[in-house]
Protein backbone atom coordinates (compact mmCIF):
# COMPACT_ATOMS: atom_id res chain seq x y z
CA UNK A 1 0.00 0.00 0.00
CA UNK A 2 1.14 3.95 -0.53
CA UNK A 3 -0.13 6.11 2.51
CA UNK A 4 -0.02 10.20 1.82
CA UNK A 5 1.87 12.05 5.32
CA UNK A 6 0.85 15.60 5.44
CA UNK A 7 3.30 18.15 7.12
CA UNK A 8 6.92 18.89 7.00
CA UNK A 9 8.42 18.87 10.46
CA UNK A 10 9.91 16.54 12.75
CA UNK A 11 7.19 14.97 13.62
CA UNK A 12 6.00 14.22 10.16
CA UNK A 13 9.53 12.89 9.29
CA UNK A 14 9.12 10.58 12.44
CA UNK A 15 5.69 9.16 11.13
CA UNK A 16 6.68 8.85 7.49
CA UNK A 17 9.78 7.32 8.82
CA UNK A 18 8.23 4.84 11.59
CA UNK A 19 4.99 3.81 8.35
CA UNK A 20 7.88 3.16 5.65
CA UNK A 21 9.26 0.58 8.01
CA UNK A 22 6.22 -1.69 7.73
CA UNK A 23 6.52 -4.27 5.13
CA UNK A 24 2.47 -3.85 3.77
CA UNK A 25 4.02 -0.44 2.52
CA UNK A 26 5.94 0.39 -0.65
CA UNK A 27 6.15 4.20 -0.66
CA UNK A 28 5.08 7.16 1.71
CA UNK A 29 4.73 10.24 -0.10
CA UNK A 30 5.10 13.55 2.55
CA UNK A 31 3.10 16.87 1.12
CA UNK A 32 5.57 18.90 1.33
CA UNK A 33 8.01 17.13 3.31
CA UNK A 34 11.66 18.04 3.96
CA UNK A 35 15.34 17.33 3.22
CA UNK A 36 15.16 14.21 5.56
CA UNK A 37 11.81 12.70 4.09
CA UNK A 38 13.56 13.67 0.50
CA UNK A 39 16.48 11.07 1.45
CA UNK A 40 14.84 8.29 3.50
CA UNK A 41 13.89 4.72 2.18
CA UNK A 42 10.37 4.38 0.84
CA UNK A 43 9.41 7.80 1.08
CA UNK A 44 9.52 10.59 -1.48
CA UNK A 45 8.58 14.83 -1.07
CA UNK A 46 5.37 16.08 -2.90
CA UNK A 47 4.90 19.07 -3.25
CA UNK A 48 2.09 20.34 -2.46
CA UNK A 49 1.39 22.83 1.11
CA UNK A 50 -0.50 21.28 3.67
CA UNK A 51 -2.73 24.22 3.06
CA UNK A 52 -3.87 23.21 -0.48
CA UNK A 53 -6.57 21.05 0.28
CA UNK A 54 -8.38 20.48 -3.44
CA UNK A 55 -4.37 19.32 -4.29
CA UNK A 56 -3.77 16.99 -1.23
CA UNK A 57 -7.57 15.45 -2.34
CA UNK A 58 -6.43 15.10 -6.12
CA UNK A 59 -2.89 13.47 -5.52
CA UNK A 60 -4.20 10.74 -2.91
CA UNK A 61 -7.12 9.71 -4.96
CA UNK A 62 -4.06 10.20 -8.68
CA UNK A 63 -2.33 7.66 -5.99
CA UNK A 64 -5.35 5.11 -4.70
CA UNK A 65 -3.26 5.64 -0.88
CA UNK A 66 -4.73 3.25 1.36
CA UNK A 67 -5.09 6.75 3.99
CA UNK A 68 -3.36 9.95 4.57
CA UNK A 69 -1.77 10.71 7.91
CA UNK A 70 -2.34 14.36 8.94
CA UNK A 71 0.57 15.88 11.16
CA UNK A 72 0.37 19.28 12.20
CA UNK A 73 -2.81 20.96 14.14
CA UNK A 74 -3.34 23.68 11.75
CA UNK A 75 -4.83 21.51 8.80
CA UNK A 76 -6.78 19.58 11.19
CA UNK A 77 -8.12 22.68 12.47
CA UNK A 78 -9.00 23.93 9.00
CA UNK A 79 -11.05 20.68 8.47
CA UNK A 80 -8.71 18.60 6.20
CA UNK A 81 -10.27 15.29 7.47
CA UNK A 82 -13.99 16.62 6.86
CA UNK A 83 -12.46 17.80 3.31
CA UNK A 84 -10.91 14.30 2.63
CA UNK A 85 -13.64 11.73 4.11
CA UNK A 86 -16.31 13.88 1.90
CA UNK A 87 -14.31 12.86 -1.12
CA UNK A 88 -14.78 9.07 0.22
CA UNK A 89 -10.71 8.90 1.44
CA UNK A 90 -9.39 7.54 4.77
CA UNK A 91 -7.64 9.97 6.80
CA UNK A 92 -5.92 9.92 10.43
CA UNK A 93 -7.37 12.39 12.75
CA UNK A 94 -10.28 14.76 14.43
CA UNK A 95 -12.47 16.61 12.18
CA UNK A 96 -12.37 20.06 12.32
CA UNK A 97 -14.99 19.71 14.90
CA UNK A 98 -13.05 17.75 17.43
CA UNK A 99 -9.95 19.34 16.61
CA UNK A 100 -11.38 22.77 18.61
CA UNK A 101 -10.35 20.61 21.19
CA UNK A 102 -6.62 21.94 20.44
CA UNK A 103 -8.24 24.96 18.21
CA UNK A 104 -9.46 26.53 21.19
CA UNK A 105 -8.23 26.58 24.74
CA UNK A 106 -11.94 27.59 25.83
CA UNK A 107 -13.50 25.27 24.58
CA UNK A 108 -10.77 22.56 25.98
CA UNK A 109 -11.67 23.91 29.37
CA UNK A 110 -15.35 23.59 28.82
CA UNK A 111 -14.79 20.08 27.89
CA UNK A 112 -12.63 19.72 30.76
CA UNK A 113 -15.16 20.95 33.25
CA UNK A 114 -18.41 19.03 32.06
CA UNK A 115 -16.02 15.93 32.03
CA UNK A 116 -15.06 16.61 35.68
CA UNK A 117 -11.35 16.23 34.81
CA UNK A 118 -8.51 17.96 37.13
CA UNK A 119 -7.59 21.34 35.35
CA UNK A 120 -6.64 24.51 36.70
CA UNK A 121 -9.23 27.17 37.56
CA UNK A 122 -9.82 29.82 34.69
CA UNK A 123 -11.44 32.54 33.55
CA UNK A 124 -11.58 33.60 30.12
CA UNK A 125 -11.27 37.45 28.78
CA UNK A 126 -11.59 39.43 25.18
CA UNK A 127 -10.69 43.25 26.42
CA UNK A 128 -7.64 44.08 28.45
CA UNK A 129 -9.61 46.19 30.82
CA UNK A 130 -11.54 43.55 32.26
CA UNK A 131 -8.36 41.48 32.50
CA UNK A 132 -6.41 43.70 34.50
CA UNK A 133 -9.04 44.21 36.62
CA UNK A 134 -9.16 40.38 37.13
CA UNK A 135 -5.11 40.03 37.80
CA UNK A 136 -5.48 42.91 40.15
CA UNK A 137 -8.46 41.92 42.08
CA UNK A 138 -7.23 39.13 44.07
CA UNK A 139 -4.30 38.08 46.21
CA UNK A 140 -2.86 35.42 43.52
CA UNK A 141 0.30 36.85 41.91
CA UNK A 142 1.38 34.01 39.31
CA UNK A 143 -0.42 33.17 36.24
CA UNK A 144 -0.65 31.50 32.92
CA UNK A 145 -1.87 33.23 30.06
CA UNK A 146 -3.16 31.29 27.59
CA UNK A 147 -4.10 32.80 24.09
CA UNK A 148 -7.10 30.85 23.10
CA UNK A 149 -6.37 29.86 19.38
CA UNK A 150 -3.60 27.99 17.36
CA UNK A 151 -0.07 29.77 18.10
CA UNK A 152 2.63 26.74 17.43
CA UNK A 153 3.34 26.31 21.21
CA UNK A 154 4.11 29.58 22.46
CA UNK A 155 1.04 31.49 22.81
CA UNK A 156 1.25 30.52 26.74
CA UNK A 157 3.34 33.08 28.87
CA UNK A 158 3.89 32.06 32.23
CA UNK A 159 4.10 34.77 34.52
CA UNK A 160 5.85 35.36 38.11
CA UNK A 161 3.92 38.38 39.51
CA UNK A 162 0.75 40.50 38.59
CA UNK A 163 3.05 42.93 36.09
CA UNK A 164 4.09 39.91 34.30
CA UNK A 165 1.18 38.79 33.80
CA UNK A 166 -0.71 42.44 32.72
CA UNK A 167 2.36 42.44 30.16
CA UNK A 168 1.28 38.47 28.78
CA UNK A 169 -2.50 40.40 28.31
CA UNK A 170 -1.28 43.31 26.37
CA UNK A 171 0.94 41.05 23.85
CA UNK A 172 -1.44 38.66 23.03
CA UNK A 173 -4.43 40.67 23.07
CA UNK A 174 -3.56 44.42 22.35
CA UNK A 175 -0.03 44.00 20.56
CA UNK A 176 -1.95 40.46 18.81
CA UNK A 177 1.94 38.87 19.21
CA UNK A 178 0.33 35.23 18.17
CA UNK A 179 -2.80 37.00 15.25
CA UNK A 180 -6.12 36.45 15.76
CA UNK A 181 -5.16 33.50 18.35
CA UNK A 182 -5.78 36.27 20.96
CA UNK A 183 -8.84 37.86 20.20
CA UNK A 184 -9.90 35.52 23.44
CA UNK A 185 -7.47 34.47 26.26
CA UNK A 186 -7.80 32.78 29.23
CA UNK A 187 -5.89 34.21 32.36
CA UNK A 188 -5.00 30.40 34.89
CA UNK A 189 -3.87 29.51 38.06
CA UNK A 190 -0.39 28.62 37.94
CA UNK A 191 0.09 25.32 39.14
CA UNK A 192 3.54 23.97 40.31
CA UNK A 193 5.01 20.28 40.05
CA UNK A 194 7.01 18.32 36.61
CA UNK A 195 4.87 18.61 32.97
CA UNK A 196 4.42 15.15 31.53
CA UNK A 197 3.08 14.39 28.05
CA UNK A 198 0.64 11.05 28.20
CA UNK A 199 -0.56 10.76 24.29
CA UNK A 200 -3.53 8.26 23.84
CA UNK A 201 -4.74 6.60 19.78
CA UNK A 202 -8.65 6.62 20.13
CA UNK A 203 -11.15 5.95 17.44
CA UNK A 204 -13.75 7.96 19.51
CA UNK A 205 -14.56 4.73 21.92
CA UNK A 206 -10.89 2.64 22.61
CA UNK A 207 -8.03 4.54 23.95
CA UNK A 208 -4.69 2.87 23.55
CA UNK A 209 -2.59 5.09 25.88
CA UNK A 210 1.44 5.05 24.15
CA UNK A 211 4.27 5.62 26.86
CA UNK A 212 4.35 8.84 28.72
CA UNK A 213 6.78 11.15 27.62
CA UNK A 214 8.30 14.50 28.48
CA UNK A 215 8.72 17.49 26.60
CA UNK A 216 11.07 20.73 27.28
CA UNK A 217 9.47 23.45 26.31
CA UNK A 218 11.51 26.37 27.76
CA UNK A 219 14.04 27.76 25.35
CA UNK A 220 16.86 27.74 27.59
CA UNK A 221 18.67 25.47 30.50
CA UNK A 222 16.58 25.00 33.91
CA UNK A 223 13.57 25.59 32.13
CA UNK A 224 14.76 29.60 31.55
CA UNK A 225 13.76 31.46 28.81
CA UNK A 226 9.93 32.08 26.99
CA UNK A 227 8.17 28.89 25.62
CA UNK A 228 8.99 27.25 22.37
CA UNK A 229 7.27 24.57 20.31
CA UNK A 230 9.36 21.83 22.54
CA UNK A 231 13.12 21.67 22.52
CA UNK A 232 13.75 18.17 23.65
CA UNK A 233 12.13 14.96 25.13
CA UNK A 234 12.56 11.80 26.07
CA UNK A 235 10.63 8.78 26.99
CA UNK A 236 9.59 6.81 29.22
CA UNK A 237 8.71 9.60 31.62
CA UNK A 238 9.08 7.60 35.35
CA UNK A 239 7.29 10.48 36.56
CA UNK A 240 4.14 9.18 35.20
CA UNK A 241 4.60 5.30 36.64
CA UNK A 242 2.06 2.56 35.76
CA UNK A 243 -0.30 3.39 38.92
CA UNK A 244 -0.35 7.18 37.84
CA UNK A 245 -0.82 5.77 33.70
CA UNK A 246 -4.08 4.16 34.93
CA UNK A 247 -5.35 6.94 36.96
CA UNK A 248 -5.06 9.20 33.66
CA UNK A 249 -6.71 6.98 31.86
CA UNK A 250 -9.14 6.50 33.98
CA UNK A 251 -10.40 9.76 35.24
CA UNK A 252 -8.55 12.38 32.29
CA UNK A 253 -8.40 10.09 28.49
CA UNK A 254 -11.94 8.19 28.50
CA UNK A 255 -13.93 10.88 30.40
CA UNK A 256 -12.81 13.31 27.53
CA UNK A 257 -13.42 11.15 25.25
CA UNK A 258 -17.19 10.04 26.24
CA UNK A 259 -18.02 13.86 27.17
CA UNK A 260 -17.30 14.91 23.54
CA UNK A 261 -19.52 12.18 22.02
CA UNK A 262 -22.25 13.72 24.80
CA UNK A 263 -21.43 16.79 23.16
CA UNK A 264 -22.30 15.31 19.42
CA UNK A 265 -18.27 16.24 18.62
CA UNK A 266 -16.85 12.28 18.43
CA UNK A 267 -12.72 12.38 18.85
CA UNK A 268 -10.78 10.08 16.54
CA UNK A 269 -7.23 10.32 16.08
CA UNK A 270 -4.28 11.04 18.93
CA UNK A 271 -5.59 12.59 22.39
CA UNK A 272 -2.52 14.22 23.56
CA UNK A 273 -3.11 15.45 27.35
CA UNK A 274 0.09 17.65 28.39
CA UNK A 275 -0.47 17.38 32.62
CA UNK A 276 0.92 19.31 35.36
CA UNK A 277 2.15 16.62 37.99
CA UNK A 278 1.01 18.49 40.65
CA UNK A 279 1.32 17.64 44.78
CA UNK A 280 -2.10 17.11 44.70
CA UNK A 281 -1.97 14.59 41.92
CA UNK A 282 -2.26 14.76 37.97
CA UNK A 283 -4.28 18.16 36.34
CA UNK A 284 -4.68 19.01 32.46
CA UNK A 285 -3.06 21.96 31.24
CA UNK A 286 -4.16 21.45 27.51
CA UNK A 287 -5.28 18.91 24.90
CA UNK A 288 -3.31 18.73 21.59
CA UNK A 289 -5.11 17.06 19.02
CA UNK A 290 -2.28 15.07 17.16
CA UNK A 291 1.11 13.41 18.08
CA UNK A 292 3.21 15.81 19.73
CA UNK A 293 6.22 17.22 18.62
CA UNK A 294 9.20 16.28 19.60
CA UNK A 295 7.60 13.62 21.97
CA UNK A 296 6.75 11.84 18.49
CA UNK A 297 10.44 11.50 17.71
CA UNK A 298 11.59 9.45 20.64
CA UNK A 299 7.90 7.19 20.50
CA UNK A 300 8.44 5.79 17.17
CA UNK A 301 12.09 5.38 17.86
CA UNK A 302 10.81 2.90 20.17
CA UNK A 303 7.36 1.85 19.01
CA UNK A 304 8.02 -2.11 17.53
CA UNK A 305 4.15 -2.50 16.64
CA UNK A 306 3.63 -1.80 12.98
CA UNK A 307 1.89 1.92 12.76
CA UNK A 308 0.24 0.99 10.07
CA UNK A 309 -2.01 -1.55 12.10
CA UNK A 310 -2.22 0.63 14.58
CA UNK A 311 -3.67 3.99 12.78
CA UNK A 312 -5.93 1.57 10.14
CA UNK A 313 -7.85 -0.18 13.56
CA UNK A 314 -7.91 3.68 14.66
CA UNK A 315 -9.70 4.95 11.39
CA UNK A 316 -11.60 1.79 11.01
CA UNK A 317 -13.19 1.91 15.01
CA UNK A 318 -11.60 -1.25 15.66
CA UNK A 319 -8.99 -0.46 18.04
CA UNK A 320 -10.23 -2.65 20.83
CA UNK A 321 -9.32 -5.75 18.53
CA UNK A 322 -5.99 -4.20 18.14
CA UNK A 323 -3.06 -6.16 20.12
CA UNK A 324 -1.33 -4.54 23.27
CA UNK A 325 1.34 -2.30 21.91
CA UNK A 326 5.40 -3.52 21.68
CA UNK A 327 7.94 -1.32 22.85
CA UNK A 328 11.72 -1.41 22.71
CA UNK A 329 12.58 -1.94 26.72
CA UNK A 330 15.61 0.76 26.48
CA UNK A 331 14.60 4.71 26.98
CA UNK A 332 14.72 7.37 23.93
CA UNK A 333 16.17 10.89 24.23
CA UNK A 334 15.16 13.54 21.57
CA UNK A 335 17.24 16.76 21.99
CA UNK A 336 16.46 19.82 19.37
CA UNK A 337 18.98 21.62 17.37
CA UNK A 338 17.30 25.36 16.39
CA UNK A 339 18.31 28.09 14.43
CA UNK A 340 20.20 31.51 16.35
CA UNK A 341 17.14 33.63 17.15
CA UNK A 342 14.42 30.66 17.59
CA UNK A 343 11.68 30.98 18.74
CA UNK A 344 11.81 34.73 17.62
CA UNK A 345 13.10 35.78 14.04
CA UNK A 346 15.88 33.95 12.62
CA UNK A 347 17.62 33.57 9.04
CA UNK A 348 16.82 30.43 6.44
CA UNK A 349 19.38 28.98 4.10
CA UNK A 350 21.99 27.65 6.27
CA UNK A 351 24.31 24.95 5.22
CA UNK A 352 24.60 22.07 7.79
CA UNK A 353 27.16 19.75 8.23
CA UNK A 354 27.88 16.85 10.20
CA UNK A 355 24.50 14.71 8.95
CA UNK A 356 26.75 11.66 7.66
CA UNK A 357 28.96 11.68 10.62
CA UNK A 358 25.95 11.75 13.49
CA UNK A 359 23.73 9.22 11.02
CA UNK A 360 26.65 6.67 11.24
CA UNK A 361 26.67 5.96 15.07
CA UNK A 362 24.76 3.32 16.49
CA UNK A 363 21.53 3.52 17.82
CA UNK A 364 20.61 7.10 16.29
CA UNK A 365 18.20 8.53 14.39
CA UNK A 366 18.61 12.37 13.25
CA UNK A 367 14.58 13.65 12.11
CA UNK A 368 14.71 16.89 9.89
CA UNK A 369 11.72 19.58 11.10
CA UNK A 370 13.19 22.39 9.64
CA UNK A 371 15.43 21.64 6.57
CA UNK A 372 15.04 21.83 2.52
CA UNK A 373 17.72 20.57 -0.12
CA UNK A 374 19.93 23.29 -1.89
CA UNK A 375 20.12 23.40 -5.47
CA UNK A 376 23.31 20.99 -5.07
CA UNK A 377 21.85 18.72 -3.23
CA UNK A 378 23.34 19.82 0.37
CA UNK A 379 20.72 20.05 3.16
CA UNK A 380 19.97 23.67 4.83
CA UNK A 381 18.20 25.10 7.45
CA UNK A 382 14.58 25.92 6.55
CA UNK A 383 12.72 26.46 10.16
CA UNK A 384 13.39 27.49 13.84
CA UNK A 385 13.44 24.12 14.84
CA UNK A 386 15.91 22.44 12.24
CA UNK A 387 16.69 19.00 13.58
CA UNK A 388 15.57 16.01 15.97
CA UNK A 389 18.87 14.30 17.15
CA UNK A 390 17.08 10.35 18.82
CA UNK A 391 18.83 7.93 20.50
CA UNK A 392 18.30 4.62 22.36
CA UNK A 393 19.72 3.93 25.57
CA UNK A 394 19.79 1.13 28.22
CA UNK A 395 19.29 4.11 30.74
CA UNK A 396 18.05 7.27 30.10
CA UNK A 397 21.28 8.80 31.07
CA UNK A 398 22.64 6.29 27.91
CA UNK A 399 20.41 7.88 25.35
CA UNK A 400 21.49 11.07 26.57
CA UNK A 401 24.69 10.64 26.07
CA UNK A 402 24.30 8.75 22.67
CA UNK A 403 21.91 11.84 21.21
CA UNK A 404 24.01 14.60 22.31
CA UNK A 405 27.52 12.78 20.88
CA UNK A 406 25.52 12.77 17.83
CA UNK A 407 24.55 16.24 18.64
CA UNK A 408 28.28 17.34 18.36
CA UNK A 409 29.20 15.90 15.08
CA UNK A 410 26.20 18.51 13.47
CA UNK A 411 26.77 21.90 12.60
CA UNK A 412 25.50 25.20 11.30
CA UNK A 413 25.74 29.03 11.72
CA UNK A 414 24.03 29.79 14.60
CA UNK A 415 22.81 26.25 15.65
CA UNK A 416 22.19 25.76 19.49
CA UNK A 417 20.41 23.79 21.82
CA UNK A 418 19.10 23.17 25.10
CA UNK A 419 22.08 21.11 27.27
CA UNK A 420 20.26 19.76 30.13
CA UNK A 421 17.27 17.61 28.29
CA UNK A 422 16.17 14.25 30.29
CA UNK A 423 18.31 15.69 33.44
CA UNK A 424 15.47 15.57 35.73
CA UNK A 425 14.83 12.17 35.05
CA UNK A 426 18.58 11.03 35.14
CA UNK A 427 18.36 13.27 38.27
CA UNK A 428 15.43 11.28 40.18
CA UNK A 429 16.68 7.93 38.78
CA UNK A 430 20.05 8.59 40.75
CA UNK A 431 17.85 9.05 44.06
CA UNK A 432 16.32 5.67 43.59
Not at 61 to 87: C, H, I, Q, R, Y
Not at 126 to 141: K, L, M, P, Q, W
Not at 172 to 200: C, H, M, N, P, Y
Not at 323 to 348: F, N, Q, T
Request: glycine residues 10%; negative net charge.
Amino acid sequence: MEILVVGSGGREHALAWKLAQSPKVSKVYVAPGNAGTAKDAKTENVAIGEKDFPALIAFAKEKKVAFTVVGPEAPLSAGLVDAFEAEGLKAFGPNQKAARLEGSKVFCKEVLNKALVPTARSQTFDNVRDATNFIYSGRESQFVVKADGLAAGKGVVVCDNKEEALDAVKRIAEDREFGDAGARFLIEERLTGQEASVLAITDGHTIVTLQPAQDHKAAYDGDKGPNTGGMGAYCPASLVDDRKLHWIEEKVLLPTVFTLNRMDTPFKGVLYAGLMMTPQGPRVLEYNARFGDPECQPLMFRLKTDLVDVLSAAIDERLATLEPLEWDSRAAVCVVMASEGYPGSYVKGHKISGLEEAAKLPDVKVFHAGTKLGENGEVLTNGGRVLDVVALGDTVADAKRKAYEAVSKISWQGSWYRTDVADKEIAAAACK
